[in-house]
């Protein structure tokens, strides 16, 4: 499962800008009260693969698999808490 890539919603689009302006460690915070902790994790990973640039196909699938296996635990860690 992706982030959502686009969307054509104005007031998605508007809200987007708005964390956008905040400074880092405060869009941290808005994103973890209102994000699942799977969502936190591929939100996470989108981050760091803009830092790192291009991976290869086979990197990219080896990433992809230990944040599938991240988002898991963590929804299994959520459901045990709860």
């Known amino acids: 499962m992706g982030l959502p890539a686009k969307t054509d919603d104005r ?3 508007e809200l987007r800008g708005r964390l956008a302006a905040l400074p880092i460690a405060r869009q941290a ?3 973890e009260g209102v994000l699942t902790p799977g969502l936190r994790l591929r939100v996470l990973a989108d981050q760091v693969r803009r830092q790192v640039g291009s991976l290869s196909d086979e990197e990219e699938a ?5 944040i599938d296996e991240a988002v898991k635990e963590a929804r299994r860690s959520s459901t045990r808490a709860g």
């Open 62 to 66: 080896e990433a992809e698999r230990k």
């Open 11 to 13: 007031e998605v689009n």
């Open 29 to 31: 915070r808005v994103l």
